[in-house]
């Protein structure tokens, strides 16, 4: 079964960091682009990140360039979200999902979705 799921979201003042986890299980990690996406209340869901199957990685969002990063460690079927220097505006679901090969800026082409997880950014 393709399952991916999201960890490490909480709340975080802000000016903190948190680093996002998306595990994946029954397939091949290796062989895809993983991105990240977020949704706050009341918005649309967006990209943020990607990174595709040769660890090369794509900024969608001006607003997280230099404070969010994406790794992937292949061996432990898991892709990373490094977040530093949270802003409230960055408080939102989190998900991560898998399209075969590279990135995309749509997000209609990716899949097999995680069910999320909340950052919530507030002193």
């Known amino acids: 079964q393709v399952q991916l799921v999201e960890s490490g979201g909480g709340l975080v003042q802000p000016g903190g960091s948190l680093r996002l986890s998306c595990v994946a299980s029954?397939?091949?990690?290796?062989?895809?682009?993983i991105g990240w996406f977020r949704q706050a209340p009341g918005k649309e869901r967006e990209a943020v990140l990607c990174?595709?199957?040769?660890?090369?990685?794509?900024d969608y969002v001006d607003s997280v360039k230099g404070r969010f990063t994406i790794s992937r460690d292949n061996a432990k079927s898991t892709v990373y979200l490094q977040m530093n220097s949270l802003k409230p505006e960055d408080t939102a679901v989190y998900y991560c999902?898998?399209?075969?090969?590279?990135?995309?800026?749509?997000?209609?082409?990716?899949?097999?979705w995680g069910q999320g997880t909340q950052v919530t950014v507030s002193s």
């Open positions: 999902a898998r399209r075969s090969g590279s990135c995309s800026r749509s997000l209609s082409e990716f899949g097999s």
């Open positions: 029954g397939f091949t990690l290796a062989s895809y682009a």
């Open positions: 990174i595709n199957r040769w660890a090369g990685r794509i």
